[in-house]
């Protein structure tokens, strides 16, 4: 039997029920079909279209596979089971942000039993929280409740404050929150977990090379799980402060990593793991406001929903680019070309165009969306 030669760009490369179809269609010629007969619909060519569109997602499993194998190709649930198999890592899943909601009547109304999963409260942007517990809130008095989110994410991670609605009003009936309980975090990202298990290298080494740090700034101490709060860490180890300093910097997906609880935890973790001679300091990343100016043009859409969707793509793409930005051309930050074709992606998007200058990043600085809904855009139909 003949092998037939393919190289791995072909291997991974989804082939189209068009050309699959293009494809079945010259085998039936070559067994002497007469294949120019056919007319859409009839018989042979409706076979022709099924098999080649069963062929067409076959060619997605193989693309899958042999992608899955490697950690610069493999994505998903491949890149999950290959961190697994081969790093030892497991990919941090989802969770949900649960806030401590303080419901208060009004004096003269009368008590109002909340049952637990019953009612919803939201902010005034829509992020909505369902009560988990329950209990009677007393006329001219308050109640304090377990407030669950809707979706997993760390956009529900809302300041005090700012759950101010209930979803069904309830007369004499307010609400606000108190603070977070439990922080909400996204499922680790593709990026995050690559970077997880590049890392993981250099922990093998007999000193501790700046891929060492990265990793446990990373990882729980468990050398297993994602460290909660860490996202993206960056290590200077080019004697930033003297000979035998290093400096590493913490973010999350909003910015940089809490200073309180997070950057102690990690500091204390990569002190155990330095070289006697090397003076280590654990930072939270200083914070460097993205805000981009100029136009993007839709269609077929709402100016309000491209808005909503693009600043969805922006916040996004801020949480996947690392600490000190991209290196290109000499250079480092978040450039416009990045921007425009994150917003380009969004469903209604024809035509973005971007009038700011770069953005450009020093080491240990992380974007941070500005204060609004991306104030400098504006998303006009066209």
Known sequence: MAIIPITFAQLVQRISDREMLSSVIEHFRVADFDVDSWKAGGGYHTVARALSSGLSVLSEVVQMVAAGGYLDHARGPWLTLLARSWFGLRRRAATYAVQTVRLTLDAGASPEPIVAGTVWVTTESGLRFNLTSGGTVPSGGSLTFSAKAEHPGSEYNVSAGTITRLVTPRPGLTATNTGLTTAGL???????????????????????????????????????????????????????????????????????????????????ALQSKRGISTVLRTLGAVPETINPVGTVWVRGTTATEAQAAGSLALNTLLAETPIGGHAIGGERGLFNDQIAAALREVPGVVRVSLSSAEHLLSIGEVPVAPAGDWPGLSFEIT
Not at 191 to 213: F, I, K, N, Q
Not at 223 to 249: F, K, L, M
């Open 186 to 268: 996204a499922e680790e990202r593709d990026t995050e977990l690559r970077a997880r298990c590049r890392a993981r290298w250099g922990t093998l080494a007999a000193h501790s090379p700046s891929s060492t740090y990265a990793f446990w700034a990373l990882t729980d101490d468990n050398g297993i799980d994602a460290r909660a709060g860490v996202t993206r860490c960056y290590v200077d180890d080019s004697n930033p402060e003297g000979a035998g300093t290093v400096n590493v910097y913490l973010a999350d997906e909003a910015g940089p990593a809490d200073p309180v609880v997070v950057v102690p935890e990690v500091d204390t």
